[in-house]
């Protein structure tokens, strides 16, 4: 991209339906399929006026039954086609796991790599929009345990825009996770904006002081919180790590060994999260660089409630990060 | 590239502190070349490596306390291009080395060369592994430094600040400071406790394992006090011999003839050795015992082994040692002559399966030929490892120490 290339305003929503239209236009081989994605334009209106664009082959309304037209989306890319599959949201990907754990993870290593899977699972996760416990948790934690599927979480326009394509050309199933709250984000991106690599986390600010090191939906947060604590003098790195399986834990550590802390953000529950693996690479990677144990900021422990305010005080926010990042650094900003 | 471990000096030894490394990474080593001083519960120990190459990285630095095994440096090997090329085998590397020792003594060795924790700290101090390191390069004592981190941590600011700040006791201006001596990771004091746990430990181990025999006789000692006058009287004083060094030679030579008395018991099977490197217990002025090996001593004159022996006698008091001489011992032999006992049944020191003692030379009335006549007798004893020899060999061990002793000239 050249650097006076035309900007254009748009937003993570228009960014995302410009990589699926593109993706369609691109490969005759790609269709999108899922519920709602045709004739109502998806849930989260991603596919809006693409049933009308590309046909009822290519947009294809499915049943409510995830496990089925999961496991279909598996069919036909072991078949050569190249689906995009969309569940609603990661609460109900669960009704899916099976297809997901057993069979699209699995079967390019059963069948001795003779079987690719080149498909990719879209879904909406997390909180901050009063959808209540059941629709409203963060899982892409629980993904990125699974050998054999990568797990990318798009935090910005241009990834928005960007990762689908790369993840198409992957043989291997790609789930991408979509925090429900960025679909409104508006902002300015290259008019030009295409592909991206999805295998290294990003430096999105960068600082001396300590590493925030988030992904998805808490990366706004993060970078807000950034933002205040530059104005107390504590200049703080914010790391992106836009894909969580496999992590790219050589750009984490690069980070910590510069600044010395780490602060981990995760709208995922602490226990047994993504962000205990990475405080646990840190300490294995990088202990000797460690100025003052790693902490995590991440959503309590209870299912998310409906409650705006109860809701609020659940998730991770900028005043949260601000508050832990001063606590820890006391009189060593 | 080859591992040079923490070597296991002796079967009581647990863990060494690194207290200097005589080499550096780019250094140029052969066998038994001197690299580190280690320092162990009973001394300091000078060890050797026993690989000829180029040391590539130093693992632990000075002043750490690992266990046995633990990697302390990588050595490129001779001849390796960075290549991967065989590890040599801990067999090849340390040829004597004994069983490690049992995890019997519980903490108790290890507890004792801790120095004894300061009353006013009842927490361990609280340091961030950063400060730990930034402290090491910019040798700044952490005890010194105050933390003002989470709970009063040490954190990297804290150690550059005591860094930043002015010595408390300035030297004066016109000497620059003395280099100071390198303290001994071990006080005196714990030193001295440490070598008693250690000996306990070992000879604990010792009676628990070992199925000791005793076996002793009397020596007529006139023709080897004879020969050793004469032969005496003919060397510079310098170069004079001791009884002693007859009686080691002799254990050397009886050792060749019945080999079950010299080696290791090591799981469950005797390891004979080949060459005889006697122990030679030495008491240490300031309390406790150790018994380093004077290597080949089948092999070496009479000459020889006296020049040995004064050379170890003093290093012992001087407290260093060299690895293998730790290590190695593949028999002992004690002499309680000088203490005025007439007989010792010593406690083998494990793994080995023999321990030689020898009591006074007394004049006492001795039959022979249908004669009395005063000769100068010794009491030559015999411990033995049932396990790895009999009475009936033990037996033919001490006549041989014996038979050996009439011919003092040939030894």
Not at chain 2, 219 to 230: E, F, P, Q, V
Not at chain 2, 299 to 325: H, P, Q, T
Not at chain 2, 339 to 355: D, K, N, R, T
Request: overall charge negative.
């Amino acid at each position: 991209m050249s650097p006076d290339a035309q900007k254009v305003k748009i937003t993570y929503r228009e960014a995302m339906r410009q990589a699926i239209r593109e993706a369609l236009i691109r490969d005759q081989r790609v269709f999108l399929m899922g519920e709602d994605v045709g004739a109502y334009g998806g849930c989260y209106a991603v596919s809006k006026g693409l049933l009308e664009e590309f046909g009822p082959d290519r947009i294809r309304d499915t049943p409510l039954s995830e496990s089925a037209f999961v496991g279909a989306g598996i069919g036909a890319a072991m078949n050569g086609m190249r689906p995009i599959v969309e569940i609603m949201t990661v609460n109900f990907s669960l009704l899916a796991l099976d297809q997901i754990v057993n069979n699209a993870a699995t079967i390019p290593h059963m069948s001795g790599g003779q079987i690719n899977i080149p498909l990719v699972i879209r879904m909406t996760t997390g909180a901050g929009r009063q959808l209540a416990a059941q629709h409203s948790h963060s899982l892409e934690g629980w993904y990125a345990h699974i050998a054999g599927i990568k797990v990318l979480a798009p935090a910005t326009l241009e990834d928005a825009r960007g990762m689908l394509w790369t993840a198409l050309e992957d043989p291997d199933p790609v789930l991408i996770f979509e925090h429900g709250t960025l679909y409104n984000m508006e902002g300015e991106m290259a008019a030009d904006a295409g592909a991206v690599e999805i295998s290294k986390a990003a430096v999105r600010r960068a600082g001396t002081d300590v590493s925030l090191i988030t992904y998805g939906g808490t990366l706004g947060k993060t970078l807000q919180a950034a933002e205040q604590l530059a104005a107390s003098g504590i200049d703080a790195e914010v790391v992106d790590l836009r894909s969580l399986r496999p992590l790219d834990t050589g750009t984490v550590l690069d980070s910590v060994t510069r600044t010395h802390r780490a602060v981990i953000i995760d709208e995922g529950w602490r226990s047994g999260s993504i962000s205990a693996e990475i405080s646990a690479r840190i300490m294995e990677g990088a202990f000797y660089e460690l100025d003052l144990p790693v902490e995590r900021i991440c959503s309590a422990e209870v299912p998310m409630p409906y409650a705006r305010h109860l809701e609020e005080a659940a998730l991770p926010q900028a005043s949260t990060i601000v508050a832990t990042v001063t606590g820890m650094m006391g009189d060593h900003g | 590239m080859a591992d040079f471990l923490m070597p296991s000096l002796g079967a009581d030894m647990e863990a060494g502190t690194v207290l200097q490394w005589l080499v550096k990474p780019g250094d140029a080593v052969k066998r038994g070349d001197i690299v580190a001083v280690v320092d162990t519960e009973k001394a300091t120990i000078e060890v050797e490596i026993f690989q000829t190459g180029v040391i590539q990285r130093i693992v632990v630095p000075e002043g750490e306390k690992v266990p046995v095994g633990t990697l302390l440096a990588v050595i490129a090997v001779q001849g390796e291009v960075a290549a991967a090329a065989p590890e040599a085998r801990p067999a090849e590397r340390t040829p004597m080395v004994p069983a490690p020792a049992p995890p019997i003594p519980p903490a108790a060795a290890r507890v004792a060369v801790k120095p004894a924790p300061a009353p006013a700290a009842p927490h361990r101090a609280r340091i961030s592994p950063l400060a730990m390191r930034v402290a090491m390069e910019l040798k700044v004592d952490l005890a010194t430094v105050k933390g003002t981190g989470p709970d009063g941590a040490i954190t990297k600011a804290d150690v550059e600040r005591a860094a930043k700040a002015p010595p408390p006791a300035p030297a004066p201006l016109e000497a620059p400071a003395p280099v100071a001596p390198r303290k001994p990771a071990v006080a005196p004091i714990d030193r001295r406790a440490a070598m008693r746990k250690a000996i306990a430990a070992a000879m604990a181990r010792s009676k628990r394992e070992i199925p000791h025999y005793y076996l002793g006789t009397h020596i007529d000692m006139s023709k080897a006090i004879g020969w050793l006058n004469a032969e005496n009287l003919k060397r510079p004083v310098t170069e004079r011999l001791l009884y002693s060094v007859l009686l080691l030679k002799a254990v050397a030579l009886a050792v060749h003839e019945i080999p079950e008395m010299n080696g290791f018991w090591i799981d469950g099977a005797f390891k004979p050795s080949e060459a005889v490197h006697a122990g030679v217990a030495i008491s240490i002025r300031q309390g406790g015992l150790i018994a380093p090996a004077i290597h080949d001593v089948e092999r070496k004159s009479l000459g020889e082994i006296m020049v040995s022996l004064s050379d170890l006698v003093k290093r012992v008091r001087a407290g260093v040692l060299r690895s293998s001489e730790i290590a190695d011992a593949t028999i002992t032999v004690t002499s309680l002559g000088d203490q005025g006992v007439e007989s010792v049944f010593g406690v083998i020191y494990p793994p080995q399966v023999a321990l030689v003692g020898f009591g006074k030379i007394l004049e006492r009335p001795w039959a022979s030929g249908g004669l009395v006549g005063a000769r100068p007798v010794m009491m030559a004893s015999l411990s033995g490892d049932h396990r790895a020899s009999d009475g009936h060999r033990g037996a033919l061990f001490l006549t041989a120490v014996e038979r050996l002793l009439q011919e003092p000239e040939k030894l």
